[in-house]
Structures are given as structure tokens and as C-alpha cells.
């Protein structure tokens, strides 16, 4: 991702993207309530798209705006469409940014329990992705490839970090270092290799994202879960949550493939509920790189 070609990106899309989603949506302008955006976390410059935009339309419309945390919005992709989970739940949030654990006690009423120290799920599926020469963003690549491939075939290595805390660092370097060993014997062994390489990285990053889960489920009294996020759409975690649910007796909420990368939708929902309990921001609102929970 290179920031600067976001925000020319978002600059180019905002005006056409807002008119076609009115039109399809069979809404005038006039008959808005307010105008919803993501304030953050993200990449400022983006963010700094979206906010100028929104600010200028409600003033323009002269109705409120409402500031939508990126991360409640991907939790409340579970809220789009049916089944909705009950309250409280365990949500898996996984994306290009972000690892966390969230206890969601209702709409926007939420707790991080963990969270990475290092890089993200989908960080690590790009940077391995990278790594292999497979193109950004390289996380479906990998789920595509996996599919062909042997799980078992390589051993990266798995973290050992505190309570409900993840870390990717330790399993990028050693993919990197066994990547550079192979290729200096053989220049051709990613290509051999492709698709059991694939399959063991998407299998290592999944041990590592469920491990903490049956125990955290136990101590929190929960018996809900949940996954969201980019990392969600990956055809093998989806698999391990259902198997897990089922081994478990938890009730397992997947989100439909459309609703797990970033999605207007999801913002749109946590806006929902905001309007519903009168959480209007002030004009004077600046977004925020980093934005907790
Ligand atoms: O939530 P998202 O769309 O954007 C952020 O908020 O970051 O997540 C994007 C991330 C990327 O790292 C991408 O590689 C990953 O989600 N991703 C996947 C899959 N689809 C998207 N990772 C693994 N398997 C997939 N099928
Ligand atoms: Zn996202």
C-alpha cells in the first residue's frame, strides 16, 4: 500500500463513488439524515479525504455528521445482514492493520482484550506474499494457493507471547531466512514450492490466531464468536471457526465474503446505532491514524 497513491485514489473516487451509491440507493441528497465517516484508525491522508468531504456535504445539506471508528465498523459487519449475534460475543477482528481480540458487549459498547505487539494478520499474509514474489495484496493469492498445497509441508515458527496477546515478527523472519537458504542451494524453489508454501504460512498464521481462543472463551463466559476483518475472508480460518464451534458448542458468526475487506456498509451500520443514541460530531473533528476502540 502506498499512502500518497490512497489519497490521490480517494480524491479521484469520492465525488462519482458518493453520486453512484445515492443513485443506487434510490435517495436524493435532500433526504439525508446526516453523513457518516471513518475518522479513523487508517492512513491519514485517506482519512483526511473522507473527513474534508463529509464536513462540506453536511454543511451543505446543514445536517450532523457522525465520526465511525474503522475497527467497531468491521465488529458491526455482523449486524448488516442476518443472523445478528447476541450480546456479548467474541469477535476475531483480522485485517491488513489490525489483530484483535474484542468483547463486544453491545452495539458500540466494546473491549479489546488482546491484540498484536507486532505486525497484523493480513500484514504478515502480505508480507510472506511478498516474499514469494505473489503481488500485493497477497493474502487471497495465498488462500488461493494453499488450497493446492500441503499444510505440513514447512515449519515456521509460532510465538510464545503473553496472556491474549498475538505476534507476527517471529514467523515473517522465519520465512525470510529459510526463503533466502533454499533459494541460494536452488534459485527455483519458490516456484517448486509455491503452493506447499502457501499452505503451511496460511496454516502457521491460523495456529496462531485460534490458539487463544478456547481459552479465552472460557474465561470470559462466552459462548459467541466471531471473525471480521480482511483475514476473515480466508477460505481456511472460516473453516478452523466452524470446526472449533462445532467441537466447542459455540455458536459461529462468519461474515458473508462481500461484508470482510473494508466495506461502506459496515461503517454505515455503526453509524445506525450511533444515530439511534444521538452520538453526532462537532465540525471541529480531526482523524486519527491511531483511534482505540
Ligand atoms: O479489513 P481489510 O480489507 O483492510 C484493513 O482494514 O486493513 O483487510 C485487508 C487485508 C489484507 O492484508 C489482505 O491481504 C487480507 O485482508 N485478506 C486476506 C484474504 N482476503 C483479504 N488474507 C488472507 N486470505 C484472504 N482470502
Ligand atoms: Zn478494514
Not at 481480540?101 to 493480513?122: F, P
Not at 461503517?267 to 444515530?275: F, G, L, N, R, V
Request: aromatic share 10%.
Amino acid at each position: 500500500m502506498v499512502p500518497e497513491l490512497a489519497s490521490r485514489a480517494h480524491q479521484q473516487q469520492i465525488v462519482p463513488v458518493v453520486e453512484m451509491a445515492l443513485k443506487k440507493a434510490g435517495v436524493e441528497k435532500k433526504d439525508l439524515s446526516a453523513i457518516a465517516f471513518t475518522l479513523g484508525p487508517g492512513l491519514l491522508g485517506s482519512l483526511l479525504v473522507g473527513t474534508s468531504f463529509a464536513k462540506s456535504m453536511a454543511m451543505g445539506l446543514d445536517i450532523p455528521i457522525i465520526t465511525v471508528n474503522h475497527m467497531k465498523g468491521h465488529v458491526l459487519s455482523h449486524f448488516i445482514d442476518e443472523p445478528k449475534p447476541q450480546f456479548p460475543f467474541l469477535c476475531l477482528t483480522v485485517s491488513g492493520g489490525h489483530t484483535q481480540l474484542v468483547l463486544v458487549n453491545d452495539y458500540l459498547k466494546m473491549e479489546v482484550l488482546g491484540s498484536t505487539i507486532d505486525d497484523a494478520a493480513g500484514e504478515a499474509f502480505d508480507k510472506a506474499a511478498k516474499m514469494m514474489g505473489l503481488k500485493y495484496p497477497g493474502g487471497p493469492l495465498v488462500d488461493k494457493y494453499a488450497k493446492e498445497g500441503d499444510p505440513h509441508k514447512f515449519t515456521f515458527a509460532q510465538p510464545k507471547v503473553p496472556k491474549w496477546n498475538y505476534s507476527f515478527s517471529g514467523l515473517k523472519t522465519s520465512i525470510l531466512y529459510y526463503l533466502q537458504k533454499q533459494v541460494a542451494e536452488n534459485p527455483d524453489f519458490i516456484k517448486e514450492n509455491l503452493y506447499d508454501l502457501c499452505a503451511s504460512v496460511q496454516y502457521t498464521i491460523i495456529e496462531i490466531l485460534t490458539k487463544p481462543l478456547e481459552k479465552i472463551m472460557k474465561e470470559q463466559g462466552l459462548s459467541s464468536l466471531a471473525i471480521a476483518g480482511g483475514v476473515s475472508a480466508n477460505s481456511g480460518l472460516r473453516k478452523r471457526i466452524q470446526e472449533m464451534g462445532e467441537k466447542n458448542g459455540w455458536e459461529i458468526f462468519i461474515p458473508k465474503f462481500e461484508y470482510c475487506t473494508d466495506n461502506a456498509a459496515m461503517i454505515a451500520t455503526s453509524a445506525h446505532y450511533q444515530y439511534l443514541q444521538n452520538d453526532f460530531a462537532d465540525f471541529d473533528c480531526v482523524p486519527k491514524a491511531r483511534y482505540p476502540i
